[in-house]
């Protein structure tokens, strides 16, 4: 019987303040950001990312989502988004991730590269919120 031995999944973590209530965090997190990222291609053509969630729960503010297909190479990778009220009006934002190991990549490399990312997306939705209240007169 041949057996294979599995690499374990690589994984990491993220998190940002956002200077809103969680609520607010929680709407712009699921409607007011276009889903998928952009990803830079050598070849200059545009990135792609076929994602579908796997769970939600509202009243805890959090999602799972699975990259299904992409052509960025991070297919599998399951995603998650916890949100926290931090008090003061504002609200914690939690992003992790897990993937397979990714042939010809670092672990470090990728989890550097998710990380950076992510933390990009939580910037977007506080620059989001902050946006959408200076236009509010």
Same mark, same amino acid.
Request: charged residues 25%; proline residues 3%; hydrophobic residues 35%.
């Given at each position: 019987m041949a057996f294979q031995a599995r690499q374990s999944k690589w994984r990491g973590s993220?998190?940002?303040?956002v200077d809103a209530p969680i609520d607010r965090v929680w709407t712009m997190a699921m409607f007011g950001l276009s889903p998928g990222?952009?990803?830079?291609?050598? $070849?200059?053509?545009r990135s792609?990312?076929?994602?579908?969630?796997v769970s939600m729960d509202t009243s805890s503010h959090s999602y799972v989502?699975?990259?299904?297909?992409?052509?960025?190479?991070? $297919?599998?990778?399951v995603n998650s988004l916890k949100l926290e009220d931090y008090g003061d009006d504002s609200t914690l934002v939690n992003w992790s991730f897990e993937i397979d190991p990714v042939e010809g990549a670092s672990e470090e490399s990728i989890i550097d590269y998710l990380g950076f990312l992510y933390k990009s997306?939580?910037?977007?939705?506080?620059?989001?919120?902050?946006?959408s209240s200076s236009t509010k007169v």
């Amino acid at each position: 019987m041949a057996f294979q031995a599995r690499q374990s999944k690589w994984r990491g973590s993220i998190g940002g303040l956002v200077d809103a209530p969680i609520d607010r965090v929680w709407t712009m997190a699921m409607f007011g950001l276009s889903p998928g990222f952009m990803f830079p291609q050598d $070849d200059g053509e545009r990135s792609w990312i076929k994602e579908r969630l796997v769970s939600m729960d509202t009243s805890s503010h959090s999602y799972v989502y699975k990259m299904e297909a992409s052509n960025v190479g991070l $297919d599998g990778s399951v995603n998650s988004l916890k949100l926290e009220d931090y008090g003061d009006d504002s609200t914690l934002v939690n992003w992790s991730f897990e993937i397979d190991p990714v042939e010809g990549a670092s672990e470090e490399s990728i989890i550097d590269y998710l990380g950076f990312l992510y933390k990009s997306c939580i910037n977007r939705i506080g620059g989001a919120i902050e946006a959408s209240s200076s236009t509010k007169v």
